[in-house]
């Protein structure tokens, strides 16, 4: 079933009068159109495409045999937190010793005096303690503290999969979207890397899915109303709605993670309420917005602000229950009795957070790697995660090349930017909720590192985009099933819609399958390697 089976037409409808209402399953195919096949097609489907992105994840994750470029930092943040509770300063030349199995890596202070060798780190410690717990699980060495983030990338493939299946009913696209995902070379690196960003675009698109499951629930209990109930001017109320409370812990999770999680938070809050609204309007309510303000905003309020707040606070437990974390005050604030500590501790925290701001707000340090937010969406400036030159290897009488290059399937992202023009032009003709969705999503994730670029010149990098892609997949999803058609489209249009779909599909599959061995270390010639620096200046 293509993706335009189904348009949405809540804002094109005129408003049903009571009289007019029709079967109670013609109000709910018209608010939440059924979705296809059985469920056990609807799990299959995405868990082949997972498991094939698990593969492609997992496959040597202890390759390359070393600590790759930020991993210096989170992999001994990780680690620390399961000693100390909280970041601990490492002596000089700690990874050599991590490298040599020797994990006697940290500064010593007395007890007393724990705080001087308390570390400053800027991100919450929410991905440092998942980065930590393979770290627990399979020690400190490059397959623990990559353990993590290839779990978690590998989830993420799920997720799409599944979302994609919802938004657009049909567990082929959704297939699709999930299979591009696992096929992506940012997405792969970043996998198969002890880094946060993975954790960061985990959360986001958790929390996006959650919202998408919310508005099918919503809507089914509106049409529940609608055709058991007099018809009034505002609607129900539709209760505490825990998917969309499930949004907001993931969601708070992500503002754990990082602080650009805030930017998804406060859109996709905002969009989750326009969907009330639209809902209600879908079923001829007299007053859809003041519906939504009333019934909907105060659980959307407990759901979209408190519980992410609560989550965002609960990430930092360790800190606040150690005596080592950095600004922590452990001391002076123990010392002066109960009401105190609970003061000061929060004193301490606000504090500590301000001098993050200003870290964040000032970070300008120029790097070999950097890059500027429109450079992304056309993968002009990679990321060399690593780079080793191996004199002999591989057969070759010139020496061989090992590298991590952090770039997406250029397939992938350039047709992505196509897509995104499309939706544009969707959006603007016909207002479906997936394409707003999805330039919504889109824009957020790139949009507020143009001010960060401009005002401050900040440094900056590509992986920073990873929260985007999934959106950027969707909108591949999306523009195929507009170009495949809907089901009652002549057989000949949709026939080439299909080729034209899987062309695109194989041509990325190809692209990614020439990139693998530059992606994951793989000892190939030189040669070899120069062949795949696509861009020349700005892949070297």
Request: proline share 6%; aromatic share 14%; charged share 15%.
């Amino acid at each position: 079933m293509a993706v335009t089976d189904f348009p949405d037409q809540a804002f094109d409808q005129p408003e049903p009068q009571p009289a007019e209402r029709g079967p109670e399953d013609s109000v709910h195919d018209r608010l939440v159109p059924p979705m296809p096949g059985g469920i056990l097609w609807g799990w299959i489907g995405p868990l082949l495409v997972t498991a094939f992105g698990a593969f492609l994840r997992f496959v040597n994750l202890g390759r390359p045999d070393a600590v790759m470029f930020d991993e210096t930092y989170y992999a001994k943040d990780a680690f620390a937190l399961l000693k100390f509770w909280a970041e601990h300063n490492a002596v000089k030349d700690a990874d050599k010793l991590l490298m040599q199995g020797n994990l006697n890596i940290w500064q010593q202070c007395a007890p007393a005096e724990i705080d001087k060798c308390a570390s400053y780190v800027v991100h919450p410690p929410l991905g440092k303690w998942m980065i930590a717990a393979g770290e627990q699980l399979f020690g400190m060495t490059p397959f623990g503290w990559r353990f993590a983030a290839a779990v978690i990338g590998t989830l993420s493939i799920l997720i799409l999969a599944r979302v994609a299946r919802r938004m657009t009913r049909s567990t082929l696209l959704g297939c699709l979207a999930g299979l591009l995902l696992a096929l992506d070379g940012l997405h792969l690196v970043l996998s198969r890397t002890g880094l946060l960003d993975i954790f960061l675009m985990f959360f986001v698109l958790a929390g996006f899915a959650c919202l998408v499951v919310d508005r099918d629930r919503a809507r089914a209990r509106l049409a529940d109303w609608y055709v058991s109930s007099p018809l009034s001017g505002q609607g129900p109320w539709l209760g505490m709605r825990p998917w969309r409370i499930a949004a907001g812990i993931m969601l708070g999770a992500a503002c754990a993670v990082k602080w650009s999680g805030v930017f998804f938070l406060i859109a996709f809050a905002i969009m989750s309420l326009i969907w009330d609204a639209g809902a209600r309007r879908a079923v001829g309510l007299r007053n859809p917005y003041g519906g939504a303000l009333n019934k909907d905003a105060p659980t959307a309020l407990l759901a979209m602000g408190l519980i992410p707040a609560v989550t965002y606070i609960a990430s930092w437990t360790g800190w606040f229950a150690s005596a080592g974390g950095w600004g922590r005050n452990w001391e002076q604030a123990t010392s002066q009795g109960p009401f105190f500590f609970v003061f000061d501790s929060v004193r301490s925290w606000l504090a500590y957070h301000f001098q993050v701001l200003s870290f964040h707000t000032d970070l300008a340090t120029p790097h070999a790697y950097q890059s500027r937010p429109w450079e992304w969406p056309l993968l002009l400036r990679p990321v060399a995660f690593h780079y080793e030159s191996v004199k002999p290897g591989c057969g070759d009488a010139n020496g061989c090349s090992e590298a991590v290059l952090g770039v997406g399937t250029p397939v992938i992202w350039y047709g992505a930017l196509a897509a995104l023009i499309a939706m544009i032009a969707w959006y603007v003709a016909t207002r479906d909720w997936r394409a707003g969705a999805v330039l919504l999503a889109y824009a957020v994730g790139w949009l507020p590192w143009f001010y960060w670029s401009i005002a401050d010149n900040r440094t900056m990098f590509l992986f920073y985009a990873l929260p985007m892609l999934p959106f950027m997949i969707l909108a591949i999803v999306l523009a195929a099933g507009l170009i495949i058609g809907p089901a009652g489209a002549p057989p000949r249009r949709r026939m080439i819609g299909a080729g034209i779909t899987g062309a695109f599909t194989l041509l990325a599959l190809a692209n990614f399958w020439w990139l693998y061995p530059v992606l994951t270390a793989e000892a190939i010639p030189y040669g070899d390697w120069y062949a795949r620096m696509l861009l020349k200046k700005g892949w070297i």
